[in-house]
Structure formats: structure tokens, C-alpha cells
């Protein structure tokens, strides 16, 4: 049962998806099923170290024909990193007319045509990349992990223009031709040949990155193109899922520690954006019948049963104590601050 976003459209471009996952059992369908309705061609899926149901969910997906799910051998680069070598050997990766990596947190949002990677790519026919920029969501209040998809869930997002107590640049991840000016991918752009020359580069208004920006540029300040294409950052998620995260660590920084500064980064509820939860049917449709598979199903509730009890197992920790009494802390001067203001 594999289901083809373009509906066996032949003119349709050959679109890769790529990502890593790592105990992300609750969220991978809605994921999955978002990307399918998307267009995407071929989803490649590494993880590595699960303690979830991550991996017999992707298993499951893999043999139903749904996504290509494979172990990550992790190199001294990490898990991210390593993850991406392996995948330049992968045939629907080295056969894709175009190839994108993103996380399990990041949902890509059209805005022109019928919402596919063909209508993006149309608006855009001789482009060799376009960067989709980042518009991060916060987390709304919300404390406890369900299976209302992410997307539906958390509806506040930062300005779509940042003020002026903001910098002024945001993060893109990019969407490229799998052609010879590039020679392998990475994290957030493809690494462009050394003699690779007249590289048209957008982002998804049309702006085109200038020579520096082609260079080397993982964040841009103007062109951000919502209204064509925007790519949601769910960085958070609700309370209980990031007490999950804190736990697991983050995929491209081992080392890095989840606290109040990262809260904080990412908590951007400026404005109400609902665009992509009203445009979530296709992908519900599509999610509907991957669970009428009984294996699959079983799984999936079971990592939500799963995420939700590692999450009350966290809040007992000595440390997740502090973190909350930090951040409770801070709400009650923020409140404080803005009751004051008013």
C-alpha cells in the first residue's frame, strides 16, 4: 500500500526526502503522511540508539513500502552528519531530481498551486535550489503530548517579519536539483562543487542569493518568501515532549544541553499562523489508512503511551524539578512585566 503524492503524474519530479530520527515514535506518522502529501517520491529515514517505537514503526513503514528506513552507523561527525554520508549512497537518493533534508520537527508549508513540491519547483522551473526559511513556532501553553498532529496543534508562530528586537536573519534548510554543482548534501544547504559556476540559487519569492550567500550562507535576512513556501519549526512542541527531548539530546549537537536559553529561543508565539492546520487533510487522509495496518497502529500507540509516561517518569527528576521551576519562575515575571506595561 505506498501511496504517490503526485498521483502518477509522469511529468512529476523525483523528490527525496531525508532525515534522522531518534526516539520520535509519536510524531513520525503525521510526518510521513505530511511529506507524502507533499509529493515526495522516496522518504529515507536513519535512526540510531531508539528506545522507543521509532524503529518498529519504520520498519513497519519500510515494509510496507512507505519510506526506505535504515541504522545509522555513527561516525565521529554524529549522528546527523554521519547519517548524510551513508545516504549519498542510497539509489533514490543518487537517481532524485531533487533532494531535501529536513527533521522531524520541521514541516514544509506551500503556498501556491495545489500545496506539492511540483507546484513549488514550477514556480521556480530553473532554479538549482531554493531555501525554504524557517518560521519557528512556540509552544503555546501546551504541557501534554498528544496525537493531534503537530501542525494542528501549535498555531503560534514569530512575526513573519522580525521586529526590531530580533535579528534580523532566520535559518532556511534547502531544496536542490540533484545536479552536477553540488556533491553532497548537508544539514541545512548541499556542499556546491569547487568548479561549479552560475549556481541559481532562490529562496522561495524569488530573491536570488547573492555570491556570498551561495557560498556559505545556513541563514538569510530578507526574501523570505512566506506566502510561496514556509518552513515550520517546531522546535518545542508541547512541555511534556521537550522534557523528552531534554532527555534524549539533540541530533546534530551531542553535547548540547536543553535549557532555559534553548526554551527561550524557540518559544515564539508573536503571531497566529493557521495556514498549514487547514491544510492538513491530505496528510490526515494519507495517515488514516497507513494505521489501518494492525502492526502499525499497535505501534503507534504504543509510543504515544510511551512518550507520555517517560515524560511524568521526567517530571520527577531532580533536575527536570529545576528546569520547571525555572521556567515557572520566569512566566510569573514576564506576566508580571507585561501587566505592568498594560
Not at 519530479?13 to 503522511?33: H, S
Not at 503556498?111 to 514550477?122: E, Q, S
Request: with cysteine; glycine share 6%; proline share 4%.
Amino acid at each position: 500500500m505506498a501511496f504517490f503524492g503526485f498521483g502518477g503524474d509522469s511529468a512529476a519530479p523525483k523528490v527525496t526526502v531525508v532525515t534522522t530520527m531518534k526516539d520520535e515514535g509519536a510524531y513520525i506518522l503525521d510526518w510521513v503522511a505530511h511529506y507524502k502529501a507533499l509529493g515526495a517520491t522516496d522518504i529515507v529515514v536513519f535512526t540510531n540508539d531508539c528506545s522507543d517505537q521509532t524503529d518498529l514503526i519504520l520498519r513497519n513503514l519500510n515494509r510496507m513500502g512507505e519510506i526506505h528506513h535504515r541504522f545509522n552507523r555513527v561516525m565521529k561527525r554524529g549522528p546527523h552528519k554521519s547519517a548524510l554520508m551513508w545516504a549519498q549512497h542510497e539509489p533514490v537518493v543518487q537517481d532524485a531530481d531533487y533532494i531535501l533534508v529536513v527533521d522531524v520537527d520541521e514541516f514544509l508549508q506551500i503556498g501556491v498551486g495545489d500545496g506539492t513540491f511540483k507546484a513549488l519547483i514550477d514556480t521556480h522551473p530553473e532554479a538549482d535550489a531554493i531555501s525554504l526559511v524557517w518560521r519557528i513556532f512556540g509552544n503555546a501553553g501546551i504541557e501534554e503530548i498528544s496525537d493531534t498532529p503537530v501542525p494542528q496543534q501549535f498555531l503560534q508562530a514569530e512575526p513573519e517579519v522580525p521586529t526590531a528586537d530580533m535579528l534580523p536573519h532566520r535559518f532556511f534548510k534547502t531544496l536542490y536539483r540533484n545536479n552536477d554543482k553540488f556533491n553532497r548534501m548537508g544539514v541545512h544547504r548541499p556542499f556546491i562543487e569547487p568548479d561549479a559556476t552560475d549556481i541559481n540559487w532562490v529562496t522561495p519569492d524569488g530573491t536570488k542569493l547573492d555570491d556570498r550567500q551561495i557560498k556559505g550562507a545556513l541563514h538569510i535576512d530578507k526574501g523570505f518568501g512566506y506566502d510561496v513556501a514556509q518552513l515550520n519549526h517546531y522546535a518545542l512542541r508541547s512541555l511534556d515532549g521537550f522534557l523528552n527531548k531534554q532527555r534524549r539530546g539533540r541530533a546534530n549537537h551531542v553535547k548540547g544541553k536543553l535549557q532555559l536559553p534553548y526554551w527561550d529561543k524557540f518559544d515564539k508565539n508573536h503571531e497566529t499562523d493557521t495556514r498549514l492546520a487547514e491544510r492538513f487533510d491530505a496528510a490526515i487522509a494519507i495517515k488514516t489508512e497507513l494505521l489501518k495496518d494492525e502492526t502499525l497502529a499497535k505501534h503507534h500507540e504504543a509510543a504515544i503511551d510511551w512518550a507520555q509516561r517517560m515524560a511524568r517518569k521526567a517530571r520527577r527528576q531532580p533536575a527536570t524539578k529545576a528546569f520547571l521551576a525555572k521556567l515557572k519562575a520566569r512566566d510569573q515575571v514576564s506576566a508580571a512585566n507585561a501587566a505592568n506595561a498594560a
